[in-house]
């Protein structure tokens, strides 16, 4: 122990000697050094010592030592304690093989050396066992140095190097140099168990560490921290320096004018690189947690907790912080077997490639022997080798699969978070350094939450000023080809304060420390609030991209449960908030970012690593802006599909200068921004809550619905207005359904449940979060295109003025029925719209190039007018409000849930606009055609048994009972005739009435209140009153396509109105009514008066406002009002073709109003099967009847049929000739148009049918269905490749536009493409047809089927009316003021009523019937008249009643036909006839024209085009017979017209032959057409003969069982009418020819006369009983109409 004594004493001669200038000089050596601390309460602490060696002197000394370890001997059992080498010691606390010191006492400086490695290993027992020894050392020591020197106890005390070191050189009064330090290690190794399972470790390759004098400098090349043996952060280059200022950050200090502090002490420190790894599922919180225990209940040991708290606001200001890090690296490690399981896909994928490709070699190699050894090639030989290939192909799949990571090493990371370029700078500044400082920081930083009136105690302090900057920060999924996160050039500069408040007592969790003996136990206290971050951030960014899409979910949903295990949740037993609240409860202030370039990333497919497919949010010059509860955007926005097609880089969506805000409201039960009311809660301090309630410390914090409103505001105040577009094609809307699809599908569970470890409660989706959804859009201007093909061939426009649109939607979450658990259904409904657009402009645009072309050229496209409107108001509210307001309004300003308003309504509709729209239509038609048909649905439900008859269901009670509910309003006793036997009554009635020459239907009065539709809507069963559609001063353009000029529809004040009625169970069928009711007023007709050369469609005529509303009283003091031509018909109007400017500003020509102002009401009723639930429970099926056959089959409910009523009342039309030719025109080439396309489309389908008729096995067809499916779906793939070949040879034309190859290659691949697409719309519309013909062939023969069940009740269908109840019609002269006739009508009705048999009942009512002749010095006024003068209502002028059966094998069944006409009075003369057929066929030379038979079938009548007689039309009029004889004596084909027959592009065989005679003939079963009392009178030219009031009589006509044309039956009439009418024409001249012969000439006379009779009679015969022909005795025969010569 002398050795040990010796040590002290010379350290203190040396101390002495250099404090009095001796000169000395020692040399020591001392070896197996061995320090013993005793303790009675701890054991002892030995100190081993291998070797010491002390060279010194007074200039310098230097200590070595050789193997320095130190250990603990817990507990003295023995007396005697070995002694060993220090490498030796088991377990030593401290491990060094050499150490090295150097002091220079002229310098002052100290040099410690290190040798290989040091060693660490500290626990918590081992540091309570070495305090204690210290403290008892320490107190040995002072009881020493009390005793041996008590006069220096005053000096400092030389045993506490770091006092003296520590303390400031301010302290000392005589000014010493301070000591300069230089400290090097090798290698350092420390580990630290912080309990029995964790621990930290620390090494360090070599580190460097000098201090001169306040300036500290370390480095070190390589630092690694581990947890739990992973080495969780690895540092390269690392170099730390403490320095009194830098100019390096005096210039950071710069930017920052309210900083006070011009200077201070600065921490720097820089890293090449900083990695930091987290391996799979590793539990880093639980380590993390208990050294932070460790570190506060050191904290408590060592008494710096309360001394470092007391004095915080006055100590000194803490050091700036700069950091420096060329790259860092945060990185999460995936699961091994899902890296191994991916791997091992692709690589089977690969190996399938491979394995066809050798198997494609073998088959080519075996049929090289076939072909040279022909039959002398054994079969067991090629068997052998295609065995031998597959134990090839599975050994290659072995060896690949061993070697899979021999060259490339295993995928690892989950994550990967890289940041390059990292400088960041916190500057310290005094006017926010203390608590007071701080928080006024804090209030100043989050004004909007709410601070606490006693203030806060805060536990945790700081704030900074932040300035960072970073040159690329990038976040990259697993190895997906795109980054998660991709920012460039990021430059950061705000505010950052740091507060952790200081819990309450109930707010403080207790964490134990296990010491073991003696000290047993130890609880720290620890606090519960979070640290919070407060700041007020302004960056800018260079480029900012983001990509997301939901095939990237399942691997977040690990990344969330990695970020999990970072952080230990809170012992609150509360849930855990969502992030979008925790988020909310941590941060609070602003965040201003500067984006030049801000990209958003939407992928569209379910494959992660899919780089083309997605949709594309572009943001040019962002200025982004993050405020509490709200987000604000500024700047150029292009939305862009990215396809790889020749549709991508389509940009859809172009939003200059646009500002869009989006504000969260956040639900809560209490304010949403005070965030410091939450008080967290330890388990052992919770209140008592109620039975069945779960505690929440965040009750009143925590959100429990999301309300988001979006703004888009693209107005600005100053500057021109923007242009925001939307570009749209029908493949993006295509392609925007399955992004929709993609973005709304069900993500699955990941790594959930018992199996993995994890039964946390699922996560609500933010999605799920949100209540209400409101959105509003403000512009200044808005043009939308939408093109249905790339080639821009047909399109619409539409422009538009200002405009404000304005929606908000709530969602409501539905639980799933069931006992299994399921995800809630979300559902979203749209509580209320609002929309006003101004100055609506519509055009349909179409290209004048060929559509095969590939061009984008707009320059070729040509626009025409469609509609515009000067305003658009539109709103909806939710049926929910409308019941509420619905019984609080009374008439007309009842609630609708839908309102639209439309002002100034100017459309056209031209022979352009509609092959436009007939186009657009055809397209949009073949799309859905070819996605329905390639589905799977197509062919399912189509198998037939044949043998078994159809299952329906059954209809359960007779259905002959009353439903609580009518359909029909009036009486059923008024309507008997349309009841389903109506038919059959009204023949039987007819039948019965034989005896009377004047047949007269009976109708009650009113006839339009008894119209069903009428009837139907007039219910008072509405519970939703659904649309309303308001529209003013409304006019429409109307052009022909053979005749010029123009007619044009207005009305003031037009009406359309939707309403649902509550469900009723009509028949069996419980069923959904909704009515549509159309109110047209001010209705009037104009059109031009004659066609001038000069006027093109591009210049639009438009009638002034003036002339469209309502009628005004005129005012008499106005000339202009003297001017005009007032509101009659046949008036003359001014036009304009500028609708803002009068026909003063831009005279035009001048329209004639045709038809004065009338009403217009249209009726349309349709029932469905599609009810509300909640609806459906509360209607009680009806009771069966009493007695139910005694109920009136004639009186028993309809049922429900959907019906459509139109009514006119009063029509005041007037027209010329070249009008009433226009209106053909429009009505033939507008209205009725079909398009051709269309036509041969019904014919093919028409000749499948027929094939499918004549087949002998139809089930066939299925196998040639599912065939075609497939070359569909083929040819729909290859399109698909070859866009994607285009796409890739387009990106390559960018970069060598001038390569002659790719050119080359781009034409072939668009002219293979055009192929493509033509044959793919033929084979779709063969797939069509024959889907279509199968299915109703199918459906067909069940009903077959059905006919030998039981007869059950007919029903209707569905029903259609007409009706006008007067109309007045003035023809004119060409100029339109001097009439030729007026023809007036009252009550005209017509209805078709359909029945559930595919039968139809046809009847046309007309009550009265009158024409005048309004030529000058006419001897007739009155040309048509019906002999009664009376016009009751009860009486009708004319019916036709015809009834329809489903047609057989094409051919139209007409079961029953009827013609009733009242006795008529015709007065003509040949003047009226000449200008009336000049009327209506100008052009017509009537003089000339003979109208035989013969002519009359082969002549057009209304055209005067010449027509080339056939020869099967040269039939004899007396060939023609009745009944049989007739059918089989006529020629079916004598009523088509071969000449305008379209030639058939394919060969005629015999399936079109039928079609075609089937199409044209029509089957009669029964025909009747009562005898009709005529009183003609004629006045002809001045040579003619005149006849005054013959009384003829047509003959009743009947036929029965005929198969005949439309022409056919026509001739039959005329030719039996004729036979009897020129029987009476000549008696009756006889009977009126003055007597002025005698008796002999009378006498002649009759028997001349009952000869020709009796040669009549004989010819009749002749043709009953033969049926041929007999020779007319007058060859020519002229029409009793013609002039004679």
């Not at 210039?251 to 309210?258: C, E, K, M, N, V």
């Not at 026909?1143 to 349309?1164: A, D, K, N």
């Amino acid at each position: 122990m002398e050795e040990t004594l010796g040590c002290p004493e010379e350290e203190e001669a040396l101390s002495i000697g250099e404090e009095l200038g001796v000169l000395w000089k020692v040399d020591l050596k001392v070896e197996d050094v061995n320090l013993f601390t005793l303790s009675s309460l701890a054991g002892a602490t030995e100190a081993r010592l291998d070797t010491l060696t002390m060279l010194g002197s007074a200039e310098s000394c230097t200590i070595s030592v050789q193997g320095v370890a130190l250990a603990l001997v817990k507990s003295i059992t023995e007396k005697m304690q070995p002694c060993c080498k220090a490498p030796a010691i088991p377990s030593p606390l401290a491990d060094l093989s050499s150490l090295s010191l150097t002091y220079r006492s002229s310098i002052r400086s100290l040099e410690v050396q290190c040798g290989e490695s040091l060693t660490i290993l500290w626990s918590p027992a081992n540091h309570m066992y070495l305090f204690q020894h210290l403290l008892s050392t320490l107190h040995s020591y002072e009881t020493l140095r009390d005793l041996l020197s008590p006069p220096r106890a005053a000096l400092p005390a030389d045993g506490h190097p770091a006092t003296a070191e520590g303390s400031s050189p301010e302290a000392s009064s005589p000014p010493r140099r301070l000591l300069t330090l230089t400290l090097e290690l090798s290698s350092l190794k420390a580990t630290a168990f912080v309990s029995e399972m964790h621990y930290l470790s620390l090494a360090a390759e070599r580190l460097l560490l000098n201090r001169h004098g306040t300036s500290l400098h370390a480095y070190c090349p390589g630092l690694a921290a581990g947890f739990d043996g992973n080495s969780i952060f690895i540092l390269k280059e690392v170099e730390l320096q403490a320095v009194p200022e830098l100019e390096e950050m005096i210039l950071h200090r710069g930017p920052f004018p309210s900083l006070s502090t011009l200077r201070n002490r600065v921490w720097a420190l820089s890293c090449a690189s900083v990695a930091v790894e987290f391996p799979y599922q590793y539990d880093f919180s639980a380590t993390l947690d208990e050294a932070l225990g460790i570190q506060k209940w050191l904290k408590g040991l060592h008494g710096r907790s309360s001394a470092g708290n007391g004095g915080i606001s006055g100590s000194r200001l803490p050091p700036d912080l700069l950091l420096k890090v060329q790259q860092f690296s945060w990185v999460f490690l995936d699961d091994v077997f899902e890296v191994k399981l991916r791997d091992n896909y692709e690589l089977m994928k690969d190996e399938s490639k491979e394995s066809a490709k050798r198997l494609h070699l073998l088959d080519a190699k075996v049929a090289a022997l076939r072909k040279q050894h022909g039959e002398l090639l054994p079969a067991r030989k090629i068997e052998e080798l295609y065995a031998s290939l597959e134990k090839k192909n599975i050994e290659i799949y072995i060896q690949r699969s061993q070697r899979l990571y021999g060259n490339t090493p295993m995928r690892r990371a989950l994550l990967t978070w890289t940041v390059g370029g990292l400088e960041l700078v916190a500057l310290a500044d005094e006017s926010f350094h203390g608590a007071e400082r701080v928080l006024r920081q804090i209030r100043e930083l989050d004004a909007t939450s709410p601070f606490p009136a006693d203030g806060l105690d805060l536990i945790t302090h700081w704030c900074r000023m932040v300035k960072g900057s970073i040159n690329s920060f990038f976040v990259r999924i697993r190895d997906y080809p795109r980054y998660l996160f991709e920012i460039r050039d990021w430059r950061l500069s705000g505010r950052l304060a740091g507060a952790e408040q200081r819990g309450q007592p109930c707010s403080r969790r207790r964490q134990v420390l296990k010491l073991g003996p003696p000290w047993g136990d130890v609880s720290v206290e620890r606090n519960m609030p979070p640290l919070k971050f407060y700041h007020d951030f302004h960056s800018e960014v260079f480029q900012y991209t983001i990509v997301w899409g939901p095939c990237w979910d399942p691997a977040w949903t690990l990344i969330g449960q990695a970020i999990d295990l970072l952080t230990k949740p809170s012992e609150d037993p509360s849930a855990p908030l969502p992030w979008w609240d925790k988020s909310r409860l941590l941060l609070h202030g602003d965040w201003h970012m500067d984006i030049e370039q801000a990209n958003l990333h939407q992928v569209a497919t379910e494959d992660p690593y899919n780089t083309t497919e997605n949709m594309h949010w572009e943001w040019s010059h962002l200025s982004f802006h993050w405020r509490p509860g709200q987000f604000v955007f500024k700047g150029d926005l292009d939305v862009n599909v990215r396809t790889a097609s020749k549709y991508d880089d389509c940009c859809f969506l172009h939003l200059p200068q646009l500002c869009m805000t989006l504000d969260l409201t956040w639900l809560c039960h209490g304010n949403p921004h005070d965030h410091h009311g939450v008080v967290l809660r330890s388990p052992e301090f919770l209140p008592e809550v109620p039975v069945g309630q779960d505690y929440d410390s965040y009750r009143a914090f925590r959100s429990e619905n999301l309300n988001l409103c979006i703004c888009m505001d693209l107005t600005r105040p100053s500057g021109e207005p923007s242009q925001p577009r939307i570009l749209l094609y029908s493949s993006t809307l295509r392609w925007m359904q399955n992004f929709w699809a993609t973005w709304t599908s069900v993500t699955r569970p990941i790594c959930r449940g018992k199996l993995f470890g994890n039964l946390k409660p699922i996560r609500k989706k933010l999605g799920q979060h949100y209540r209400q959804l409101s959105f509003t859009a403000l512009f200044p201007k808005l043009q939308v295109h939408y093109w249905a093909s790339f080639a821009q061939q047909r399109g619409i426009q539409l422009e538009c003025g200002q405009g404000h649109i304005f929606t908000r939607g709530t969602q409501r979450l539905i639980p799933q029925a069931g006992t299994v658990m399921r995800r809630l259904i979300s559902e979203w409904s749209i509580t209320q719209m609002m929309s006003d657009l101004s100055l609506v402009t519509v055009h349909l645009m179409a290209s004048t190039c060929d559509e095969n072309a590939d061009h984008r050229l707009d320059s070729l496209v040509k626009k025409t007018h469609l509609l515009s409107l000067s305003s658009l108001a539109y709103q909806r509210h939710s049926v929910r409000t409308a019941e509420e307001e619905l019984p609080l309004r009374d008439g007309d300003d009842v609630f609708h849930t839908h309102q639209l308003h439309l002002v100034d309504l100017r459309a056209s509709w031209t022979t352009t606009n509609r092959d436009i729209a007939f186009g657009l239509y055809d397209g949009y038609k073949k799309a859905a055609v070819l996605k329905r048909n390639l589905s799977t649905e197509a062919l399912k439900g189509l198998r037939i048994d044949p043998q078994l008859p159809a299952k329906k269901p059954k209809r359960g009670p007779p259905p002959s009972y009353q439903p609580p509910l009518r359909v029909i309003a009036p009486p059923s006793s008024t309507r008997t005739e349309r009841s389903p036997s109506g038919g059959a009554y009204m023949l039987k009635k007819l039948i019965e009435e034989t005896d009377r020459f004047v047949v007269f239907t009976e109708e009650d009065s009113g006839v339009s209140e008894q119209l069903c539709g009428i009837a139907a809507c007039q219910t008072d069963d509405i519970f939703n009153r659904n649309s309303l559609i308001e529209l003013v001063n409304c006019q429409m353009v109307l052009r022909g396509a053979e005749t010029e000029g123009c007619v044009i529809v207005s009305a003031a004040k037009a009406q359309l109105l939707q309403c649902q009625h509550h469900p009723a169970w009509y028949g069996d069928t419980l069923k959904q009514k909704t009515s549509w009711t159309c109110l047209l007023d001010g209705m009037q007709y104009f059109a031009t008066t004659e066609s001038s050369p000069s006027e093109h469609e591009d210049v639009q005529l438009w009638l002034e406002v003036k002339n469209i509303e309502e009628h005004r009283q005129r005012s008499l003091d106005s000339v202009q009002e003297l001017m005009e031509s007032g509101q009659a018909v046949g008036g003359m109007v001014s036009t304009t073709t500028d609708w803002n400017q009068p026909h003063e500003v831009q005279p035009t020509q001048q329209v004639q109003r045709i038809i004065s102002r009338c009403s217009c009401r249209m009726y349309y009723i349709s029932y469905s099967h599609d009810i509300n639930p909640e609806l459906a429970t509360e209607i009680k099926p009806p009771e069966p009847p009493a007695h139910p056959e005694k109920e009136d089959l004639l009186k028993k409910q309809e049922g429900a049929a959907d019906t459509f009523t139109l009514i006119h009342h009063d029509l005041e039309i007037s027209t010329n000739p070249a009008q009433y030719a226009m209106i053909l025109d429009i009505v033939n080439n507008l209205l009725l148009h079909v398009e051709p396309k269309r036509k041969e489309h019904s014919e093919k389908k028409q000749r499948v049918r027929f094939q499918l008729e004549i087949s002998s096995n139809p089930e066939e067809q299925r196998s040639s269905i599912l065939h075609l499916q497939e070359a569909v779906r083929q040819h729909v793939a290859q399109i698909r490749h070859l866009e994607k070949q285009m796409y890739s040879v387009m990106k390559s034309l960018q970069d060598d536009g001038r390569n002659e190859s790719l050119l080359d290659h781009n034409q072939k691949l668009q002219e293979q493409l055009s192929r493509e697409k033509a044959e793919l719309q033929q084979e779709s519309e063969e797939l069509n047809i024959l889907i279509r013909c199968f299915k109703d062939f199918q459906l067909q023969r069940a009903n077959k089927m059905e006919l030998r069940k039981q007869p059950e009740d007919v029903g209707v269908a569905r029903r259609t009316e007409f009706y006008f109840a007067q109309a007045r019609w003035r023809l004119t002269e060409e100029d339109g003021q001097l009439g030729i006739a007026e023809l007036e009508l009252q009550r005209f009705l017509y209805s078709k009523v359909n029945k559930s048999d595919d039968t139809a009942e046809h009847l046309l009512e007309l009550g009265w019937v009158t024409m005048n002749n309004l030529l000058p010095n006419a001897v007739y006024k009155v040309v048509l008249r019906p002999q009664s003068t009376c016009q009751s209502g009860r009486q009708l002028a004319l019916r036709i009643f015809s009834k329809v059966r489903p047609p057989v094998g094409g051919i139209s069944i007409k079961e029953h036909f009827e013609v009733n006409v009242v006795p008529l009075t015709i007065q003509l003369t040949h003047q009226f006839f000449h200008r009336m057929m000049g009327f209506f066929f100008p052009g017509r030379n009537v003089e000339e024209e003979e109208v035989g038979d013969e002519e009359d079938k082969s002549k057009l009548v209304t055209t005067g085009m010449p027509v080339v007689k056939p020869r099967q039309l040269m039939v004899s009029e007396d060939s023609l017979g009745t009944g049989k004889g007739m059918a089989q004596g006529l020629n079916r084909t004598s009523g088509v017209r071969r000449s305008f027959r379209k030639t058939p592009e394919y060969p005629v065989d015999d399936i079109d032959k039928m079609k075609e005679r089937a199409a044209m003939n029509n089957s009669f079963i029964y025909i009747k057409i009562p005898q009709v009392p005529l009183c003609v009178s004629y006045k002809g030219e001045k040579n003619s003969v005149d006849w005054g009031e013959l009384n003829l009589v047509l003959p009743c006509l009947e036929y029965h069982n005929n198969t005949w044309t439309w022409l056919d039956f026509a001739m039959a009439v005329k030719r039996d009418s004729r036979k009897a009418l020129v029987a009476q024409v000549i008696k009756e001249k006889l009977r009126l020819k003055p007597a002025t012969g005698g008796n002999d000439s009378r006498g002649k006379q009759e028997g001349k006369l009952e000869g020709h009779v009796q040669q009549q009679e004989e010819d009749e015969k002749a043709r009953l009983l033969i049926g041929l022909s007999v020779g007319e005795k007058v060859p020519g025969k002229k029409s009793i109409f013609s002039r004679r010569k």
